[in-house]
Every structure is written in C-alpha cells, then in structure tokens.
C-alpha cells in the first residue's frame, strides 16, 4: 500500500490535507484554505497540492469539493486554462542546428501577447492546416460560437468579449502561457503549450464572481474573504455559470488544438525530414469544474491550479522556464480527490522577481535554450518558481512520471 505522503494544515473548518512535505507554503495562502475550509458546502476536506501559493479567492493549487454551491473566485478567470503536448517521431539529431527561425517560426504562426489577431482568416494556423483538420476544427469553432449565443442572449453583458472569442482562437495569451519543443528521455521531440481560454474566460468569470458578490450582500451573508461569494446550487444563476464555464472550458481545449496544429506546422518549415505525429496526445484543464462521485456522493469539483489524476489519467505537469517538464499518469488517490499539480508553482511574487532578477540571472538560468532573454520575461525566470524536482517528490503518491522533458525552444506570451 502507498505511504500517505499529505500533512493536515490546521483549521478550525473541515481538514486541509497538504501534499508540501518537501515545500514551503506561505502564511497567506495557509489562511485561505483556512477561510475555504470553513464553508458548510465544503465536502470531505480540502486537498492541497505541492505548488500551492495565494491567490485571488481560493489558493492555487488546490481541489475544492462542494455540495449545494460554487465558488466562482475559486474557479478564477482563467476557465479552462491547461496544458497541451504532441510527441512527435522526430529525435534531437533532426533540429536544425539553430533554433532562432523555429522560435520566429512559431511566434510567426501563433499570435501571443495581447493581441486579438487569431483565428480565422490568413493569419494564425488556419492556412498551414491539412483541410481534414480544416474542417473538423472549423466546425468545432462554429458550434462554439452558436453556444455562446445562448449564454450572451441571457447575460448581455457578455456581449462585447462575445464578439471577440473569434479573434481569440488559436492565440497564447500573456503571463506564464508559452508554446515550448521539448526532448524527452529518448531525444524524441515533443510540442508542449500553456493557455487557456482567453478574453472570454477572463471576461465570464469576473461577471459572475461579481454576480456572486451581489447575492452575498442582497442576502446579507458575511464571509471571511468577499472573494468566497458563492451561487447555491439550483439557483438560476448556478445553472447559468455552470454553462458558461462548461463552454469556457471547451472553447480553452480547442484553443490548444488550433495552437498545436500551428506550431506543427512551424516545425514541418524549420525541419525538412518528413515526420509524424505520436497518437498519444495529451491535453488537460487545469484550472477548471468537474461533476465527480468521491467518498460516496456527488459532488462539484473545483481545480484551480490542478490536473484530474485518475488511474491511468494522463497529465502534464511543467517546470519552469529552464526546468524539467513532466508527462504524469495518475494513480487515483482518492485523498486528492484523485489530483495532482499543475506545475511548479510561483515562489514570489512578478513584482518580487523583477526587483531581484537580473537579465544575466536570467540568461544563466536559460542556458542552452532558444527563449526571450529581455526584461519582460525576467518575472518568469525560473528561479521565480518553486523547485520543481521537490513538487514532484511530494506527489509521488498521486502520479507516476511517465516521460520527463526539458524544453530547447521556449515561447513566451
């Protein structure tokens, strides 16, 4: 039998179980679990993952169950965002010996930062596309947009990002989202990215956390942190959310899809040798709702900051820019709610990074690795990350690695 490897944080609410043996977690992210685990819908417990740190309403990295409400904040603004990776039959000894025109290459094909040049049109991936994916994703993307008609005619609100989730698919986004070309342990070459679902994410969430917010003062209910407000299950706009944040969540899937045909498509230019595409592609949400059975009842699960780890799941968990990457399966333990990380977790905070990191810190730490170099990535150098080799020591209960990966080609968002 596997050794439980978790710690209880103490709580006067329901117990916070804590996979952080080997990590420091900070005051402030502590007394928000606390604050969850005082909530009477709170199921069971609260499972807290290795790169846990504070965040807006719930502690990222953490797996929040519930009965008979949801928390908006808890999910964040984020819907959906995850991770992607493609192995392909590539090995190292085929890249070209510079990186640079497959970095421009991708960053050519995927627009990133804060842009609203996506699909469709001639610009992004829809032109590098065989017509079979053409066509599939073309009528994925439609059917999409046909569902978010049905939520903006109820939320009118919503309408202006509404009209801009077009022009968001197929984009990176900003912050911590990248597309990277990885190595694994066999020199074979992976496509791995970071996003997730874009202006529209961003733009339901924070509609109905303040719709939330509302409720909670019309009925006159006190909470620990306003961030906690929270939809009673049953009630309209708990419906309402779940759909919204249900198509959020599609939407940040395809999104990936489009970005992992276009970075195929950079690598088909940068690499003359003909290859092919591995069948074990891997995509998953990790700041996202589920409907899920755990201890004997049915319940919602919120992940924010975490991957689904059944047995047999497969996951991936990122390192940090410099930092080894991981291709997980799970081994569904059930005091996890059958979960793990989602990566490496920050150690401090953007502003922190950029006063203590130099642009030759962060060329050190980046050695070897086709990436951006200048001061606006120096908030995502890797030292502003958790340790990564001791996240993964700490869940080694709750997945076992199956690939490890470390980036040579890094873009940023």
Same mark, same amino acid.
């Given at each position: ?7 209880? +944080? !103490? ?15 900070? !005051? ?9 685990? #005082? ?39 984020? +819907?959906?965002? #995850? ?29 990133? #930062? ?36 049905? +939520? ?28 990277? %070309? ?38 006159? %209910? ?11 299950? #049953? ?29 195929? $498509? ?39 900051? $975490? ?45 922190? $990074? ?21 001061? !606006? ?5 890797? $030292? ?30």
């Amino acid at each position: 039998m596997t050794e439980r490897k978790f710690e209880l +944080i !103490e709580s006067n609410g329901k117990p916070i179980k804590a996979w952080t043996c080997g990590v420091q977690v900070e !005051e402030s992210a502590k007394q928000q679990l606390r604050n969850l685990s #005082g909530l009477p819908f709170i199921h069971s417990h609260i499972a807290v993952m290795p790169d846990v740190h504070f965040g807006m309403g719930a502690t990222i990295g953490s797996v929040i169950a519930t009965k008979g409400a949801i928390i908006p904040a808890a999910v964040g603004v984020d +819907i959906g965002c #995850g991770m992607a990776a493609q192995r392909t039959t590539l090995v190292a000894s085929d890249l070209p010996d510079s990186l640079l025109a497959l970095r421009t290459g991708i960053e050519k094909r995927i627009p990133h #930062g804060r842009t609203n040049n996506g699909m469709p049109g001639d610009r992004g991936a829809w032109g590098e596309m065989a017509p079979q994916a053409v066509g599939r994703l073309a009528v994925e993307l439609n059917e999409l947009m046909n569902r978010l008609t049905v +939520i903006v005619a109820k939320h009118p609100k919503l309408e202006k990002p509404a009209r801009r989730a077009l022009t968001h698919a197929g984009t990176l986004g900003t912050g911590n989202h990248f597309v990277e %070309i990885c190595l694994d342990e066999s020199d074979s070459v992976w496509i791995m990215l970071h996003s997730g679902s874009r202006g529209i994410g961003n733009a339901i969430g924070s509609y109905f956390i303040e719709k939330a917010k509302e409720d909670m003062k019309r009925w006159f %209910i006190n909470l620990p942190d306003k961030d906690l407000a929270y939809l009673p299950q #049953g009630s309209e706009l708990y419906r309402d959310y779940c759909d919204a944040v249900e198509w959020a969540q599609d939407f940040a899937r395809l999104n990936r899809d489009l970005m992992i045909v276009a970075a195929v $498509a950079a690598l088909r230019e940068a690499v003359p040798k003909p290859f092919e595409l591995d069948e074990s592609a891997v995509n998953c949400h990790h700041n996202y709702v589920s409907w899920e059975n755990h201890f004997g009842e049915n319940v919602t699960v919120t992940r924010k900051g $975490a991957v689904r780890a059944r047995v047999g799941d497969l996951g991936i968990i990122p390192g940090s820019m410099g930092a080894r990457s991981f291709i997980v399966r799970g081994k569904g333990n059930p005091d996890s709610f059958c979960s793990c990380s989602h990566g490496a977790g920050r150690s401090m905070s953007r502003t922190e $990074a950029r006063k203590r990191f130099t642009l030759e810190d962060h060329a050190k730490a980046t050695a070897g690795i086709e990436c951006r170099k200048d001061e !606006e990535v120096i908030d995502e150098t890797p $030292a502003a990350y958790k340790d990564i080799e001791a996240v993964m020591a700490d869940q080694s209960d709750l997945v076992e690695i199956v690939h490890t990966l470390r980036q040579v080609v890094c873009v940023k968002g």
